[in-house]
C-alpha cells in the first residue's frame, strides 16, 4: 500500500482546509487509515481514523467537532480526506497519513505505511 496525502497550504485563523490522502497498490488489505500531525519539536499527535468500510471513526478530543474524516472508495481511486475548520495558529503542523497495522487506533506505533506529509500553517 502507498499513501500520498496532499492539500495542505496556508490558511488565516477560523479558516477551512481540506486534505487528501491517496492510496494505491494493494487497498483490499486496508483494514483503516488515520490522520496524524507533527509541529516543530513536539511528538506526532493522533486525529483521526476512519475504517476502510467506512463505518466507525474515531476522533482525538483536541480535533472532535472541529475536523471530519470521511472516505470516498470506487474503481478509479481510494481517498481519505480530512477536514479540518475553525482552524487555529496551533494547527499548524506537518499533517501526515497512514494505515493502520495492529493494537489501539490513538497510538503512532500501531500504523505503518506513512504518506510523505503536507504542511498546514494557519496564521492569526
Known amino acids: 500500500v502507498q499513501l500520498q496525502a496532499s492539500g495542505g497550504g496556508s490558511v488565516q485563523a477560523g479558516g477551512s482546509l481540506r486534505l487528501s490522502c491517496a492510496a494505491s497498490g494493494r487497498t483490499s488489505s486496508i483494514y483503516a487509515i488515520g490522520w496524524f500531525r507533527q509541529a516543530p519539536g513536539k511528538a506526532r499527535e493522533f486525529l483521526a481514523t476512519i475504517t476502510w468500510t467506512g463505518i466507525s471513526t474515531f476522533y482525538a478530543d483536541s480535533v472532535k467537532g472541529r475536523f471530519l474524516i470521511s472516505i470516498s472508495r470506487g474503481n478509479a481511486e481510494n481517498v481519505v480526506y480530512l477536514h479540518m475548520n475553525s482552524l487555529r495558529p496551533e494547527d499548524t503542523a506537518t499533517y501526515y497519513c497512514?494505515?493502520?497495522?495492529?493494537?489501539?487506533?490513538?497510538?503512532?506505533?500501531?500504523?505503518?505505511?506513512w504518506g510523505q506529509g503536507t504542511q498546514v500553517t494557519v496564521s492569526s
Open positions: 497512514a494505515e493502520h497495522k495492529s493494537g489501539t487506533f490513538y497510538a503512532d506505533a500501531s500504523y505503518f505505511h
